[in-house]
Nanobody
Framework: VQLVESGGGLVQAGGSLRLSCAAS????????MGWFRQGPGKEREFAAV????????YYTDSVKGRFTISRDNAKNTVLLQMNNLKPEDTAVYYC????????????????????WGQGTQVTVSS
């Protein structure tokens, strides 16, 4: 499975961005899809995950109410709508695919995912 992220960029605090991840080379609905991020000098951290069907989602506390993950199984695409962005959201954002069906507590662990994109940079200026 190949994953390609797009949509990153530079935005002022309070602004919005929408990240997109296009999947190819596999059966998209066999995978739950997640977004992780890695800020400067930080470890990769979980942001959001969506189930195979799209009916179930889970977010880390720091993005709840601001970020929305969604997927279009007809287009093999997963989106991350990011609103009210903060400087601390600055990071490289990675899309990931995991073979589990729906989000669980383990979904926040990078090792639960089998495929990763190369990332897209998001920079939020204050």
């Amino acid at each position: 499975v190949q994953l390609v992220e797009s949509g990153g960029g530079l935005v002022q605090a309070g602004g919005s961005l929408r990240l997109s991840c296009a999947a190819s080379g596999g059966t998209f609905t066999n995978y739950a899809m997640g977004w992780f991020r890695q800020g400067p000098g930080k470890e990769r951290e979980f942001a959001a995950v969506i189930s195979r069907s799209g009916s179930s989602t889970y977010y880390t506390d720091s993005v709840k109410g601001r970020f929305t993950i969604s997927r279009d199984n007809a287009k093999n695409t997963v989106l991350l709508q990011m609103n009210n962005l903060k400087p601390e959201d600055t990071a490289v954002y990675y899309c990931a695919a995991g073979r589990f069906t729906r989000p669980t507590m383990e979904s926040v662990i990078p090792q639960q995912y089998d495929y990763w994109g190369q990332g897209t940079q998001v920079t939020v200026s204050s």
